[in-house]
């Protein structure tokens, strides 16, 4: 096998999404314990309680120089080379996760035990299933009281449309857990205090179902629940299909607690084994890449401004699709036409930032943009000059009419708004009859308009008058003539708008609206992605 082969085979590049407090802060950090990558958790967690507020957000940007949160962690483990991309919560949930998401294979998907599926992982999980991303589902928090697994799996399939095919499956009793069964191995791994509280690796008893200690140390109730539950899971259940799980539609469903680090190694371990390696990329045109084809491609999902304001400098995250990647390499730029060398790589090892010497199909290495590169762009050798389709546009869900406060810097302003437009910051609408003086934007967080203002502010020396509008969904219109579109000009309920490509956009307060403006306007369709990137 060729040097390539070997490093696509061994490579793992996947997104944990959830909504906030499942855990993923937690279980990113003992995946990191198990990866060897820190030897006690709680690095990972220190540093996410510092940023609250965006001025502390930014402060701390600042002088870490980047927040490593907010890329991507790497480590090894039993010869892969893991990298996990980090889809940012809380607050700071922006546009970003859903980017970042562009740039995963698969995607774990963490689940309180006791909430099941929450809003913010149903958004996060339709953005990937419109991918067909593979799905891993883990089940946290098993070491407190939790639902029942049958209706957890329910849950999958009534809310989010997926069939679940449990690998574990928890044992105890109204929601009070002991351990779990593994289906695939036919052992039982029981919990076992040390008294570390989750800051160590966990010790815990392994056996055989038919393991007369195993049945012991269940006890007649535990064990003849379990004996149930399996049979029930091995009747009424789906068959286990890699087929199917790689086209995301069936999630391979983990029990576990990240705390006390229970069923985390074993989540890991077969995780790794069963999820896919970095997988081709479509092209504009069409065609795919593979990533053994020997010629770099790699393709910018995300760009973290604003490092260090006296220098301006920008840092663009991009995905390595194919080749190998070496330090110093020239590559073509796709939408500037030009060859960019790409001096000082950054790779992002746990906590530290790295020079990358060389990097492989599912990495991700970070590079000094001098405001070049825009969200989606296409790097690659000079001889194949290609370009990857165009990145999704996600409806956002908060809007503002934003202006200068002094007239007299509108230029700057102007500049600056589309800058951060083409950086993928903001989505920029205008609204028809107004002038330059005044956009709209959109984002899907509300951490995004505060950094706009600071950055108008502190790079572009504008100031901005900004007032929240009471939309909050957004739809492409699609109509058979001009005329139906220029019948929504003017609506109570409802706001017409126009995108980047003059594309009609309404926005309006809540799905109710949409239905009444549907139903008074026969012929037009509303569509939540530009029908020209729908594919995704
Ligand atoms: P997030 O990144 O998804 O927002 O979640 P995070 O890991 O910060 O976890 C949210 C809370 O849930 C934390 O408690 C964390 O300790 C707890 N947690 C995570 N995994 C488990 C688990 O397996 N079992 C139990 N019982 N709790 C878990 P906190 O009180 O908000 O913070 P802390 O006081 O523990 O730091």
């Known amino acids: 096998m060729s040097e390539l082969l070997e490093k696509i085979e061994k490579r793992r590049t ?6 906030p407090d499942a855990g993923k ?32 957000w930014m402060e701390i940007e600042k002088q870490r120089g980047i927040s490593v949160t907010s890329s991507v962690l790497q480590f090894d483990y039993d010869g892969y080379r893991v990298n996990i991309l980090d889809t940012p919560g809380h607050q700071d949930f922006s546009e970003d996760t859903y980017r970042t998401l562009m740039a995963a294979d698969s995607a774990v998907m963490l689940i309180d035990a006791a909430k099941g599926v929450e809003p913010q992982t149903k958004k996060l999980f339709w953005v990937c299933h419109r991918r067909h991303l593979p799905i891993f589902t883990f089940v946290n928090k098993l070491d407190r009281y939790g639902r029942n697994p049958f209706d957890l799996m329910d849950e999958l399939e009534n809310v989010l449309g997926i069939r679940a095919y449990p690998i574990d499956w928890p044992i105890g009793i109204d929601g009070k857990y002991k351990g779990v069964y593994n289906r695939m191995e036919n052992t039982i791994q029981m919990f076992e205090e040390d008294g570390s509280h989750g800051s160590k690796q966990l010790k815990s008893t392994t056996g055989s179902l038919d393991d007369p200690k195993i049945k012991e140390m269940l006890g007649d109730e535990l064990y003849n629940q379990l004996a149930e539950d399996i049979e029930l899971l091995d009747m009424a259940g789906d068959e286990f299909d890699m087929e199917r799980v790689n086209k995301g539609e069936l999630t391979p469903m983990f029990f576990g607690s990240a705390m006390t680090n229970f069923g985390v190694q074993s989540f890991l371990e077969k995780f790794l084994e069963l999820s896919p390696e970095p997988q081709p990329r479509a ?26 304001p006296a220098h301006r400098d920008r840092i663009s995250f991009m995905r390595i699709c194919s080749g190998k990647f070496e330090k110093g390499m020239t590559v ?188 008074r306007n026969p012929g037009i369709q509303f569509l939540t992605v530009p029908a020209d990137v729908e594919k995704i």
């Open 25 to 56: 802060t937690t279980l990113t950090e003992k995946l990191l314990l198990y990866g060897g990558a820190i030897h006690l958790a709680g690095s990972v967690k220190a540093r996410k309680s510092n940023k609250h507020a965006v001025s502390d």
């Open 14 to 19: 996947f997104a944990i999404i959830s909504h």
């Open 283 to 308: 092209l504009q045109n069409g065609d795919i890449v593979d990533p053994s084809n020997e010629k770099f491609s790699a393709f910018v999902f995300k760009i973290q401004a604003n490092m260090n």
């Open 332 to 519: 073509y730029h796709k939408q500037s036409g030009k060859p960019i060398k790409l001096a000082m790589p950054q790779q992002f090892m746990a906590q530290e930032r790295t020079i990358v010497e060389e990097a492989y199909p599912g990495d991700i290495i970070g590079v000094f943009d001098p405001g070049i590169f825009g969200i989606g762009d296409s790097l690659s050798d000079n001889s194949l000059k290609l370009q990857f389709e165009d990145f999704p546009v996600f409806p956002p869900e908060i809007f503002a009419r934003v202006q200068p406060k002094d007239s007299l810097k509108r230029k700057q302003f102007e500049k600056g708004i589309i800058q951060l437009s083409q950086e993928g910051a903001i989505q920029v609408f205008k609204q028809e009859g107004v002038g330059m003086e005044s956009y709209i934007v959109g984002v899907v967080g509300v951490l995004q308009l505060e950094v706009l203002e600071y950055r108008l502010k502190n790079e572009y020396s504008a100031q901005l008058l900004m007032n929240q509008l009471p939309y909050s969904v957004a739809r492409w219109v699609y109509a058979e003539s001009k005329d139906q579109v220029e019948n929504l000009k003017g609506l109570d309920n409802g706001m017409l708008v126009y995108d980047k490509k003059d594309r009609p956009v309404i926005l309006v307060n809540n799905e109710w609206a949409l239905n009444w403006i549907l139903d």
